[in-house]
């Protein structure tokens, strides 16, 4: 997701708005007074104060937002990418307080003289060290740096994010001690971050290790296939053994928690699949490119066991090395973000693009009425690993071209928006919030309809 919903721009211009009244009202000079000479220096420091404070305030938030384990997530039917929206806003709001506290109090001690003798001070030195690693947290966390060198912006963000918090309580501690208790928003972060990676570390524990077999699809996919456990929705898993760094994980959507031993006979295997899907009627004839999969009728029925299949886009880093293996240990770190209920909707249309066909296929399996799915790929060779996946679903493959994003919408709502339609879409993000904004607009204009829409996205 790229450009934020309308119920997101609320929130976070309600965050802005919130933040900006807490820092500028309620001040009151009062003179003479044996702190300050004159209002302008009085009215300064108190609005100095008062940024330090707010940004100490906003520091459990910006951690909360950010955790897997966010207790917001089973309380709201927000998304984690939400709550990251919100995470990345909060912080460059106590990011900005920070910077407003610190160069207040540069220019005062600048002005009167003192700046020479406090700048070596303790206090001094943690509080500016905590304003630098805030500042520079903001320009190493762009979205070209996190998704072409995520490991490396998720290193640097959280060597940041220690200083920026060792800092602010050290800044506190040589300045008050524990006098004015603004340390607790310190330890309150502390805490929320604890939790988490407690938390994260209870959900590996319970799968255990695990082995994960790969087989490459072509030079852009690769499927992993982890036998021995189930999950839901998105999961995260550890490859140790790839790098030195063996704390790093990766986020992806459970394809299927059921494996097939034999690829072959696929097709017939999907018994479940076939009775919670039937084909939608086709309202208009769109010339596609479509890729059509074998019905071979005569294979014979396979064995499913439990495990978890992913399909994976390699790109550099983590990603990239999986595909020189065929087998790796696992650790896997579930379940996450589990999926919207459409029973309310009788038909439901499913867009995705590469492996977010991942993220479509459990409300393809589980949906009771009409489904169909629309996938878009660069190259057949994720059809023919996939079709296992897909087998009962009703779907147009659109191969090495763009979808008709329009035409998939406008058919959608105005044919089965009256009795009511889902449409669901998972894939890059600049398609999530064309689909998003076309829903938007065809739905205003069709008038009283019943539409939902689901964005199937996980962003970092």
């Known amino acids: 997701m790229i450009v934020p919903t309308r119920g997101q721009a609320l929130f976070i211009t309600y965050i802005i708005i919130i933040n900006i009244v807490l820092c500028a009202a309620g001040y009151k000079s009062i003179q003479p007074n044996a ?6 220096s009085e009215i300064l420091t108190y609005v100095a104060n008062r940024t330090g404070v707010l940004s100490f305030a906003n520091l459990p938030l910006v951690f909360l937002y950010a955790g897997r384990n966010n207790i917001l997530l089973s309380v709201t039917n927000w998304s984690h990418s939400t709550f990251l929206l919100m995470h990345r806003w909060i912080a460059s709001i106590a990011t900005l307080q920070a910077v407003v506290h610190s160069a207040i109090y540069l220019q005062n001690r600048l002005d009167s003289g003192a700046y020479s003798m406090e700048a070596t001070t303790p206090y001094w030195v943690w509080g500016s060290a905590a304003t630098v690693a805030l500042s520079l947290a903001i ?6 740096l996190r998704k072409k060198m995520y ?5 640097c963000h959280i060597a940041l994010a220690v200083v920026t918090i060792a800092g602010c309580y ?7 001690a524990h006098q004015w ?6 330890l309150v972060a502390i805490a929320v971050w604890a939790y988490d990676r407690v938390a994260r570390v209870a959900r590996i524990l319970r799968n255990g290790v695990r082995h994960a077999m790969v087989s490459v699809i072509d030079d852009d996919y690769v499927r992993v296939n982890i036998p021995g456990v189930t999950a839901e929705g998105h999961v995260y898993l550890y490859f140790p053994t790839l790098s030195w760094r063996f704390w790093e994980s990766h986020p992806f959507s459970v394809a299927s928690a059921l494996l097939q031993e034999d690829n072959s006979a696929s097709r017939k295997s999907s018994d479940v699949e076939k009775a919670s899907t039937r084909s939608m009627p086709s309202t208009k004839q769109m010339q596609v490119n479509i890729a059509p999969l ?7 029925k396979e064995r499913q066991t439990l495990g978890l299949t992913f399909l994976i886009r390699t790109r550099s880093g983590l990603t990239k090395l999986i595909r020189n293996h065929l087998t790796l240990p696992v650790l896997v770190e579930s379940s996450y973000n589990q999926h919207v209920s459409t029973s309310n909707y009788p038909y439901l249309v499913a867009i995705g693009g590469g492996v977010g066909v991942t993220a479509l296929l459990p409300y393809l399996r589980q949906h009771v009425g009409v489904s169909k799915l629309y996938w878009g790929v660069r190259s057949p060779a994720i059809i023919q690993s996939s079709e296992a ?3 009962g679903v009703d779907k147009e493959i659109f191969v090495g071209e763009r979808m008709p994003l329009r035409e998939l919408v406008e058919d959608a709502i105005e044919t089965y928006s009256a009795a009511g339609v889902a449409i669901v879409v998972s894939g890059p993000a600049s398609m999530a919030d064309e689909v998003r904004n076309l829903v938007s607009a065809i739905g205003r204009r069709a ?3 019943k539409v939902k829409l689901i964005e199937e996205a996980f962003s970092w």
Do not use: C, K, Q
């Open 35 to 40: 702190w300050f000479s004159d209002t302008h």
């Open 170 to 176: 050290l800044h506190i501690y040589y300045r008050f």
């Open 181 to 186: 208790g603004y340390e607790v928003w310190i």
């Open 151 to 155: 490991e490396f912006f998720l290193l």
């Open 447 to 449: 008038g009283s309809r």
């Open 139 to 144: 320009p190493m966390s762009i979205l070209p």
């Open 389 to 391: 996946l897909l087998a």
């Open 294 to 300: 074998s019905t071979d009728n005569n294979s014979s």
